[in-house]
């Protein structure tokens, strides 16, 4: 299993970044890989909200549907996979102050049979990609602001 948690502040208010994080209609905008993000019901999160997305990564084509299992409006949410990839995570975005807060992103993914052995790699790979989409996010807020 890998398990990953990358958190950064940023110089944002904290609704600004919830109304990104929180609608996965805007994840092709700053999640590397991401070619298709569709959420039913579009819009921000709410509990029940599933998703079907196409994510390309080391070299392949992954199709993933989840569902988001719970949401504190404005603060946090948390989902998972329901076919193609054993994956769980969550958003969070806590306000520091009126102009700033700490993203957090996370998640869980379960390896199948001989992709086990290609863990350590495969971490790496995903730790740098987490980290590059939360300051891609940060960039977003600010080209948007």
Request: glycine share 8%; charged share 25%; with cysteine.
């Amino acid at each position: 299993m890998i398990e990953l948690r990358v958190s950064m502040e940023m110089a944002h208010p904290a609704a600004d970044i919830w109304r990104i994080v929180a609608d996965f209609g805007q994840d092709p905008r700053w999640r590397a890989g991401v070619t298709t993000m569709a959420p039913d019901p579009p819009g921000l999160v709410v509990p029940g909200t599933t998703t079907d997305e196409m994510m390309r990564f080391a070299g392949r084509l992954y199709y993933i549907s989840g569902v988001v299992t719970s949401v504190v409006p404005g603060r946090e949410f948390v989902w998972r996979g329901t076919s193609g990839i054993d994956v769980e995570g969550g958003r969070s975005v806590v306000p520091l102050d009126d102009d700033r807060c700490l993203v957090t992103m996370w998640f869980r993914v379960r390896l199948p049979g001989l992709l086990r052995l290609r863990a350590p790699f495969l971490e790496r790979m995903l730790r740098r990609r987490l980290q590059q989409n939360v300051r891609r996010l940060g960039d977003l807020v600010t080209t948007d602001a």
